[in-house]
């Protein structure tokens, strides 16, 4: 069991049943909202710390206020860039994210009795961020998510080569990938929402890809607190891409405990089995009796010691599901054509808090915190053991680029890499 916290009595109705919380229309116009933001951004909103302060938005029936976006200095980064951290808050979430990385340090969510608690993992400083250490903790993943064999690959008859981090491969887009750039941010919000538009140009031949990558990220978060990942990118040179977001969830709370009672499900009939290295093989195995089959919720911990080859690989659960779509998820020059399809969708029992995640990509890696060992202090104070909290990252499939088999992640000037995830928190 995780632990849940007890500091506070959830209010029942006589029937026994928990209150429900009921979320607020949004209340400002277009025009208030975009005064407010236009007024907020470049001047100082205190919160009290990493996680703390800011609007409470976690009262029953009280969900929250009008949507606003606003900003403050978070330190710099290791080349002395000045760091911008900017709180979103609508729907009754808010989230805390930060122009290094696109990080999202903080979302803090109303559980079913409207107790709002930081639901992801994350640092307190830009340093921890910045360390080697650091296993991605809520990171925009660029330009290309999750594994390249070898770091390497042949595009148009041209060989490229990236630089090694994890082993043999290249993982997350190389040593210096997007997750530790400095981002240039703005609020875009339209009515009823908090949004904040991400831009960042990587150069050709950054970490060893091809072509000047122009790249847009999008956090929106609507009136029901549901949040929209929204990523877009072109290429001036034929290059490979493949964008992720990498935020750790721990429904029960930052700090609590581990993610093994949650219950998971995932559709999707098949998955890619790895390699040691944590390569797939080109296959896309049935799920069909295996410790993979999340087809029908399932708690994470049921299975997860089981022995089976892929889950000793992995030391536990970090593999890359296909998604079965109604589209088929290819990219054939944009994904805009692709729908958002209903991916998975995680339920914390104790908390009742289910979050819902929906992609137009046709793959999901879920990794289930296997990596994280006691040595990494978080936003709470305490230390992160295995388990603490788990990532499902939106995608195509890893190491595409040498797998002829499987989506194209190939980007070619004129064509617009545009792919949308969205994140939705119930009670
Ligand atoms: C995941 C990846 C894991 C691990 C983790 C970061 O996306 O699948 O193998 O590298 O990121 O620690």
């Given at each position: 069991m995780p632990e849940h916290p007890t500091s506070h009595v959830p209010p029942v109705e006589p029937t026994g049943t928990p209150v429900r919380r009921r979320r607020w229309p949004f209340l400002a116009g277009p025009a208030v909202a975009l005064a407010g933001v236009g007024l907020l951004a470049g001047t100082l909103v205190s919160p009290a710390g990493a996680t703390g302060?800011?609007?409470?938005?976690?009262?029953p029936g009280h969900p929250g206020g009008p949507a606003t976006a606003t900003v403050e200095p978070f330190g710099t980064a290791p080349d002395g860039t000045p760091v911008e951290r900017w709180t979103l808050t609508n729907g009754g979430v808010t989230m805390r994210v930060l122009t290094y990385g696109g990080i999202i340090q903080t979302l803090e969510v109303p559980d079913r009795w409207g107790q709002a608690e930081n639901v992801v993992l994350g640092f307190p400083d830009v340093a921890g961020y910045a360390?080697?250490?650091?296993?991605?903790?809520g990171s925009i993943i660029g330009r290309y998510g999750n594994r390249i064999a070898a770091g390497a690959f042949e595009l148009d008859g041209a060989s490229y080569q990236l630089p090694l981090n994890d082993g043999p491969n290249t993982l997350h887009?190389?040593?210096?990938?997007?997750?530790?750039r400095v981002w240039a941010a703005k609020p875009v919000g339209g009515e009823g929402e908090a949004a904040l538009q991400l831009d960042l140009v990587s150069p050709a031949g950054?970490?060893?890809?091809p072509g000047t990558l122009t790249t847009t990220v999008t956090y929106r978060l609507d009136a029901e607190g549901a949040l929209t990942v929204h990523y877009r990118a072109t290429t001036d040179a034929p290059t490979v891409v493949n964008l992720t977001q990498h935020s750790y969830f721990n429904l029960a709370g930052?700090?609590?405990?581990?993610?093994?009672d949650h219950e998971l499900q995932i559709a999707a009939s098949g998955y890619t089995p790895v390699d040691e290295t944590l390569i797939p093989t080109g296959e896309v195995a049935p799920?069909?009796?295996?410790?993979?089959?999340?087809r029908t919720p399932v708690a994470?911990?049921?299975?997860?010691?089981?022995?089976d080859q892929q889950l000793l690989y992995g030391q536990g659960y970090d593999h890359n599901w296909a998604l079965d779509r109604e589209?088929?998820?290819?990219?054939?020059?944009?994904?805009?054509?692709d729908g958002l399809e209903k991916a998975a969708v995680l339920h914390d029992p104790d908390s009742g808090r289910t979050m819902t995640v929906s992609t137009t990509e046709p793959g999901l890696q879920f990794y289930?915190?296997?990596?994280?060992?006691?040595?990494l202090v978080g936003t709470g104070g305490g230390a992160y053991r295995q388990g603490d909290g788990l990532a499902l990252e939106t995608q195509h499939f890893p190491d595409s680029p040498n797998q002829p088999e499987f989506p194209s992640t190939e980007l070619r000037p004129g064509e617009v890499y545009d792919s949308t995830t969205v994140f939705e928190f119930d009670d």
């Open positions: 302060g800011g609007t409470d938005p976690g009262h360390a080697d250490t650091d296993p991605y903790f887009g190389g040593p210096e990938g997007f997750d530790d950054d970490q060893g890809f930052e700090g609590s405990g581990t993610i093994y799920v069909e009796g295996t410790p993979f089959d999340f994470i911990g049921e299975r997860i010691r089981q022995a589209d088929d998820g290819d990219r054939e020059g944009s994904d805009a054509e289930s915190g296997n990596f994280l060992d006691g040595t």
